[in-house]
């Protein structure tokens, strides 16, 4: 089954960035390659049980197991070790990568606070797309009398274009609401 944004995508946003980029062919349109989710959990260090839950709360909000990130260095200011869980993570292709984006824009991010919009100048060099998000909760598959902590997580939207103009007028044209 195809994802909504995915058929969005293939049906209206290339035809209509190709009209208005006057780009000559279909595969001049950037495409989302993936998208990558962080959460960093530094008090990890003291308890497992706190990672374990992160990484359950992660598992729901993305669709997929994640992969535990470990200490490769022992720092004692830190007070971890070497292969110590500090953080854990997921990257998200195909189908699954358009269901999380969906949910992103049109669930999660209107859920926000005193939202006006994610920066519009966090692009990089390669015109990759990088954002923080403060708490899990505010996607509802989280329940948020269950969360133990509130945990916020980096967010990476990987394009095949470097050309950071076109990378963002694709994402406005998915709904991403930027603060200008």
Same mark, same amino acid.
């Given at each position: 089954?195809?994802?909504?944004?995915?058929?969005?995508?293939?049906?209206?946003?290339?035809?209509?960035?190709?009209?208005?980029?006057?780009?000559?062919?279909?595969?001049?349109?950037?495409?989302?390659?993936?998208?990558?989710?962080?959460?960093?959990?530094?008090?990890?260090?003291?308890?497992?049980?706190?990672?374990?839950?992160?990484?359950?709360?992660?598992? %729901? $909000? #993305?669709?997929?197991? +994640?992969? !535990?990130?470990?200490?490769?260095?022992?720092?004692? @200011?830190?007070?971890?070790?070497? *292969?110590?869980?500090?953080?854990?993570?997921?990257?998200?292709?195909?189908?699954?990568?358009?269901?999380?984006?969906?949910? %992103? $824009? #049109?669930?999660?991010? +209107?859920? !926000?606070?005193?939202?006006?919009?994610?920066?519009? @100048?966090?692009?990089?060099?390669? *015109?990759?797309?990088?954002?923080?998000?403060?708490?899990?909760?505010?996607?509802?598959?989280?329940?948020?009398?269950?969360?133990?902590?509130?945990?916020?997580?980096?967010?990476?939207?990987?394009?095949?274009?470097?050309?950071?103009?076109?990378?963002?007028?694709?994402?406005?044209?998915?709904?991403?609401?930027?603060?200008?």
């Amino acid at each position: 089954m195809i994802a909504r944004k995915q058929a969005y995508y293939k049906e209206t946003i290339i035809p209509k960035m190709q009209k208005d980029f006057n780009l000559k062919n279909k595969f001049q349109v950037p495409a989302i390659k993936k998208i990558s989710i962080n959460m960093g959990v530094g008090e990890a260090a003291a308890d497992a049980k706190i990672l374990e839950k992160c990484m359950e709360e992660l598992a %729901l $909000i #993305s669709g997929q197991k +994640p992969a !535990i990130c470990r200490t490769t260095k022992a720092i004692s @200011n830190f007070k971890t070790r070497i *292969g110590l869980g500090v953080g854990c993570r997921v990257t998200l292709r195909r189908a699954k990568m358009y269901e999380f984006l969906d949910r %992103l $824009i #049109s669930v999660a991010l +209107p859920r !926000i606070r005193d939202f006006r919009g994610v920066p519009g @100048n966090s692009f990089d060099k390669s *015109g990759n797309y990088s954002f923080g998000i403060i708490e899990q909760t505010i996607f509802p598959e989280v329940e948020s009398d269950r969360a133990p902590r509130i945990q916020g997580m980096d967010v990476t939207i990987v394009f095949s274009s470097k050309n950071k103009e076109l990378n963002k007028a694709l994402l406005k044209e998915f709904g991403m609401p930027f603060r200008e």
